[in-house]
């Protein structure tokens, strides 16, 4: 019996791919998750031999999740659902460990082909996002600095971007001018920049400052 576990922040996605899989005599449905934290916890309990993860979900998204998930047990397979193809969501997707990368808008044959073929060590791709890895596949070797930040750093280089103070940035956040100097501090740790400014660059560099 093949355990999966169903990550998706929306109820309905969730209840309608249980209720897909249910029918399958070969898998069992052990847990579903709202988000990237919920998803990391679930799998250290349940165990599950296959993680359909989506990528856009609050508190942690699915690439976080996927790293977090992976590094607890390598041997679980992870397959991204999702209804995005953009760069910035495929390449970390496939270098967080991904199995697989197939949308919501394929069929019900397909997730479960995905999942059968996953426990058997292969891969399925959404043809477009095949593309991407066979011409690109540089970008799928290497990880950008910006993506070991958490989302809270994420949020505070961006502000830092946009020229905000430390106090206007914790202002914005509701958070303490402790506690942004922290994240301040991680941020130019990670992105190994020496200040403010070089890590303003960085930002705009990268898109990461609209």
């Known amino acids: 019996m093949i355990k999966v576990l169903i990550v998706d922040d929306h109820t309905m ?5 249980s209720a897909y899989l249910q029918i399958e005599s070969d898998i069992e449905v052990v847990g579903m998750a709202t988000n ?3 998803a990391v916890e679930q799998a250290k309990i349940l165990k599950p031999d296959v993680i359909l993860m989506d990528l856009v979900m ?3 998204n699915g690439v976080d999740a996927s790293k977090k998930i992976l590094k607890n047990n390598p041997k679980q397979k992870i397959i ?3 209804s995005f193809i953009d760069d910035e969501l495929v390449y970390p997707a496939i270098r967080a460990g991904a199995t697989s990368y197939i949308l ?5 044959d397909e997730i479960v082909d995905a999942i059968h073929k996953a426990v058997m060590g292969k891969s399925v791709f959404e043809d477009e996002v095949a593309d991407k890895i066979k011409n690109n596949p540089a970008k799928v070797q290497e990880e950008e600095l910006f993506e070991t ?7 505070v280089l ?4 946009e020229g905000k103070t430390n106090k206007e940035i914790g ?4 958070i303490s001018l402790k506690t942004v100097k922290t994240h301040v501090s991680n941020i130019l740790n990670k992105l190994n920049v020496q200040d403010r400014t070089q890590a303003t660059i960085y930002a705009f560099k990268h898109g990461l400052v609209k």
């Open 36 to 38: 990237g934290l919920e």
């Open 171 to 174: 202002d914005e956040l509701y």
């Open 149 to 155: 930040l958490t989302n809270r750093e994420l949020e």
């Open 80 to 82: 991204i659902l999702t």
């Open 104 to 108: 919501k808008t394929g069929s019900a």
């Open 58 to 60: 609050p508190e942690m």
């Open 158 to 161: 961006r502000l830092i971007g």
């Open 13 to 17: 996605v969730r209840m309608g791919i």
